[in-house]
């Protein structure tokens, strides 16, 4: 299994993970773009057991569409996000892509909420789309 490293950009968090990625995504919605200051989100779930975080993070709770509540956990120190996870589904953390900063890391299955896709962005051709 390969081992992986996300991290903050100051490294004071991280997360090491043990296994492949189950399920890797993007999302155009408007609350990803404003938490990621980028145009979408790009992130990887894993299985909450192959995780391993070191470092303290300071929490912000997003409460979804759905209702569901997501519990972002970012660098106290430079702000970035390194894992969250749903409520009621802690078996899986997800790691934004980005802070593997990792170029070879496999691309998305899944592109969501197209709706709100910035014009230019191109999603690879067999990507799911959802919603
Ligand atoms: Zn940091
Ligand atoms: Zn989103």
């Known amino acids: 299994m390969p081992i992986r490293t996300a991290s903050c950009s100051c490294g004071g ?19 990803c773009q404003r938490r990621t200051g980028s145009v979408f989100g790009a992130q990887a779930r894993f299985p909450a057991e192959s995780v391993t975080i070191t470092g303290s993070s300071k929490q912000f709770v997003r409460v979804g569409d759905g209702g569901s509540r997501i519990i972002f956990n970012f660098c106290p120190t430079c ?7 749903i409520e ?4 899986h953390i997800a790691i934004p892509i980005g802070a593997f900063a990792d170029p070879t890391f496999p691309g998305p299955g899944f592109s969501v ?3 709100r896709m910035h014009s230019w962005v191109r999603m690879p051709k067999d990507a799911e789309h959802v919603a």
Do not use: D, K, N, W
């Not at 009621?88 to 078996?91: D, L, Q």
């Open 88 to 91: 009621g589904r802690e078996e």
């Open 13 to 31: 968090l991280s997360a090491v993970t043990a296994a492949e990625p189950i399920r890797i995504s993007v999302c155009h919605c408007l609350a």
């Open 79 to 85: 702000g970035a996000t390194v894992y969250y996870v």
């Open 113 to 115: 909420y197209e709706e």
